[in-house]
């Protein structure tokens, strides 16, 4: 009967190491360990009175689009506020870029103002696969949004321009733009002049005469929300809230995938060291201790996999050290275990009554980890809350690890009376223990 | 029994040990890294030879771009650290470390760190650590809330924190004299191990006072009379097997890092081990005995009080 709860807790272990293994799932890296770019800017919201949130969160909206046109995978962009601990609390934007090394680049490309162009459309023919397709071709005109004095959103009206209630961003040209504008529609009366915004034609009215007067407009088919954005983002230039960047950072890939591999192995060889040392001193318990080790390390990267939290350096820091507790609770429990059958205890009794008798130091233990990590997850900056998630994770996983799997398996395997070799085996130490020192204790 | 009898011994290594690491600090600070003092790092690889440090120096030193320090690191690479540079000033930078389009270098790592988002960070590691230490305290007196005699349960917690204080001073002094001699910076890394080994010693104590708690309850429940130090005496006997074997499982698995690791983490693995096997050494040698001399207190004030009533 004994048997059943280990068979079990191997099985389970056997799904969370298929799931460790399985390459579906990739544990997220962070930009340290995977190589990228980071910004961080403040956002002066200063001179914004009412909505303070909502010009904040297109801020955001605008900068992901563009950092969506950098074509980056997985780019982070996000709102932060410094903490209140340092003085005036600032707005701040984040954004990471994945995969991203040259800086510059990065800072220009979110700096841009957003790109409205206007584009004549030619059409023609191309070979697609041997059959004759109609493609189109665009041309630029040269008139961009720098032409744009002020933009104004108007509803269309029955019997007037467009659709009835039609939101319509109504352009106002510079001097300089009128005229282009003018011109362009005066030499390509019946072409489609398409408008772009952000790279992205959004619509190609037809030029029905030339239009004079430096105005322009664009019906795309906007929802009331988005044309009051773009007439936003037209007239504030660049970005609904100015912002100055403050920081920045990026590593190389070559760096960060030697930092993780050096990482990777470290882990390793520190896990290979710390099953030889237990096995050494503590005999079968501490092979059971590295087998329960194995399995701790398994469902704790299972489970970074599936949250899934994005792996840095200073998560693999409190990864390393939530091992070293996950040890110390097995240590613990030893150390307890060889005093009860030191006293005389049988066994299968001797390891029943160690794991209670250890239980109060570990829990004791344990939770001052845990409450030490969601400290520091509150109040730490990124870095230090990378180490404060993975180190808490992995010290709620050994708690039950060294609690349950150890428990579990060492119970199914330690019979109930030790004879020579058992207790060979449950001893602890370079050298075989002479009877029960301890129980004739001096003190 | 051999740590109580020798206390005071240890009491005054205690003493040695802290105020040489305080006069380390204090002589030769190690130097904040820009993540705290805002400023810039590049680090770059070059291709075949490394020019030498002063070519590349003279070199940067034309871009104007204020003080700036040129350092090697690795075999291959070179750190240049300076005041917070502009994305254009990296540009030119990195130009100016090719010699002119002369070396090949690639660029490994650029941080650019504005003052106030330094002096942020500085401050929000302070305030970990302190919040940390703090609910440590709150934590063991309430864990250990049912024992009054001799010592209240909140002097089980001040003790826990006083070795902590301990434990941050002793591996900072090791810093100090190590980063004078390699150039090491206080880094974000470095706070983090400062609180990796919060968490580690205050786990090593907890399995102390943890035996203590137990015996002292034995006691109660068996009406045993025992003296406090020989049941501190009993518990630190019974639990150094234990204290001794975590400490060197940490630091074999610190060794891995320390010997293969980046230089960063390189670092870290050292000031971990530096203070773990100083946070063992501090837990078995001065946490429990240092409960006696606040028992004596106590005791005293309370036979004085009882004297008093009695008059």
């Known amino acids: ?60 909206e605008v900068i992901e689009r563009r950092v969506n046109l950098f074509g980056v995978a997985e780019p982070l962009v996000q709102l932060e506020q410094s903490s209140a601990v340092a003085g005036a609390v600032e707005d701040r934007l984040l954004v990471e870029l994945p995969g991203v090394t040259d800086v510059q680049a990065a800072v220009d490309a979110i700096g841009a103002t957003p790109s409205l162009e206007f584009k004549l459309i030619s059409a023609g023919a191309a070979v697609v696969d041997g059959n004759i397709e109609p493609s189109f071709t665009y041309l630029d005109t040269g008139l ?29 040209f510079t001097d300089e733009g009128g005229a282009l504008f003018e011109q362009i529609t005066r030499d390509n009366v019946g072409e489609s002049l398409a408008i772009f915004l952000d790279g992205e034609p959004i619509s190609t009215p037809v030029i029905r005469e030339a239009i004079a007067g430096g105005t322009a407009t664009v019906s795309g088919g906007f929802t009331p929300e988005e044309a009051r954005e773009l007439v936003r983002n037209l007239n504030f230039g660049a970005l609904p809230v100015p912002i100055e960047l403050i920081g920045s950072g990026a590593v190389g890939p070559t760096l960060g995938a030697e930092a993780f591999e050096a990482g990777l192995i470290a882990s390793g060889l520190g896990f290979l060291l710390v099953a030889l040392f237990m096995i050494i001193w503590y005999r079968l318990p501490g092979l059971v201790a590295s087998i329960a080790l194995v399995i701790y390390v398994l469902v704790t990267v299972a489970i970074i996999k599936f949250i899934p939290i994005t792996l840095t350096t200073s998560g693999i820091a409190g990864f390393i050290l939530s091992i070293g507790m996950a040890v110390d609770a097995n240590i613990l429990i030893f150390e307890r275990m060889k005093e009860e059958l030191r006293r005389g205890e049988r066994a299968h009794e001797a390891v029943r009554i160690g794991f209670a008798r250890a239980w109060t130091a570990i829990r004791d233990g344990h939770f001052t980890m845990i409450i030490s990590s969601v400290i520091l997850f509150w109040i730490g900056t990124p870095l230090v809350q990378g180490f404060a998630l993975v180190f808490g994770l992995g010290v709620i996983t050994s708690l039950i690890s060294a609690v349950f799997i150890t428990r579990v398996l060492l ?33 | 029994m051999f740590v109580v009898r020798n206390r005071r011994f240890f009491f005054i290594l205690t003493g040695i040990l802290l105020v040489a690491s305080i006069v380390a600090i204090l002589v030769i600070p190690p130097r904040l890294s820009i993540e705290f003092t805002g400023g810039s790092l590049l680090e770059v690889s070059y291709e075949g030879d490394r020019p030498e440090v002063g070519l590349i120096h003279d070199e940067v030193e034309l871009l104007g771009l204020g003080e700036l320090s040129v350092r090697e690191s690795g075999e291959q690479n070179v750190t240049i650290r300076s005041r917070t540079l502009a994305p254009e000033e990296r540009t030119e930078l990195l130009s100016a470390l090719s010699l002119g389009g002369t070396a ?6 650029f941080n650019s760190i504005g003052p106030s988002l330094g002096n942020e960070l500085a401050i929000k590691a302070l305030y970990a650590i302190m919040a940390v230490s703090l609910a440590i305290v709150l934590y063991i007196a309430w864990a250990f809330r049912g024992l009054s005699r001799p010592v ?27 980063a004078f001699f390699t150039g090491a910076q206080i880094d974000s890394l470095f706070v983090i191990a400062l609180l990796a080994l919060l968490g580690y010693c205050v786990n090593d104590v907890i399995v102390i006072f943890d035996r203590i708690r137990e015996h002292l309850k034995n006691n109660e429940r068996d009406e045993i009379e025992e003296a406090f130090d020989v049941t501190i005496g009993k518990s630190i006997d019974e639990t150094m097997g234990r204290s001794i074997n975590t400490g060197l499982t940490v630091v074999l698995a610190l060794l891995a890092l320390a010997v293969i690791g980046s ?28 409960l006696i001399p606040i028992a004596e207190h106590l005791e005293k004030k309370r036979a004085l009080k009882e004297a008093n009533e009695k008059e």
């Open chain 1, 144 to 172: 961009t949004g720098r032409y744009v004095k002020k933009a104004d959103l108007q509803f269309g009206s029955a019997g007037g321009a467009g659709i009835a209630n039609e939101p319509i961003v109504l352009l106002t």
């Open chain 1, 1 to 60: 009967m004994r048997y059943i709860p280990a068979v079990l807790v191997l099985l389970i272990s056997g799904f969370f190491g298929w799931y460790v293994v399985s390459p579906d799932h990739p544990i997220k890296l962070g930009l340290d360990l995977a190589g990228g770019t980071e910004l961080i800017y403040r956002a002066d919201t200063s001179l914004i009175e009412v909505d303070k949130p909502g010009a904040l969160n297109s801020l955001r």
């Open chain 1, 411 to 443: 119970l199914a395997i330690v019979p109930h009376e030790a004879n020579r070799i058992w207790r060979f085996l449950l001893e602890t130490g370079l050298y075989r223990h002479k009877g029960s020192e301890l129980s004739t204790n001096k003190n």
């Open chain 2, 104 to 109: 090949s270098v690639t660029e490994l790592r």
């Open chain 2, 152 to 178: 209240p349960s909140w002097g089980y917690g001040l003790i826990a924190v006083l070795m902590l204080a301990i434990d941050i001073i002793v591996p900072t002094g090791f810093f100090a004299v190590y």
């Open chain 2, 263 to 290: 230089e960063a983490t390189r670092n870290f693995a050292l000031v971990m081990m530096v203070g773990v096997a100083a946070g063992t050494f501090s837990s078995i040698t001065r946490s429990a005995p240092l």
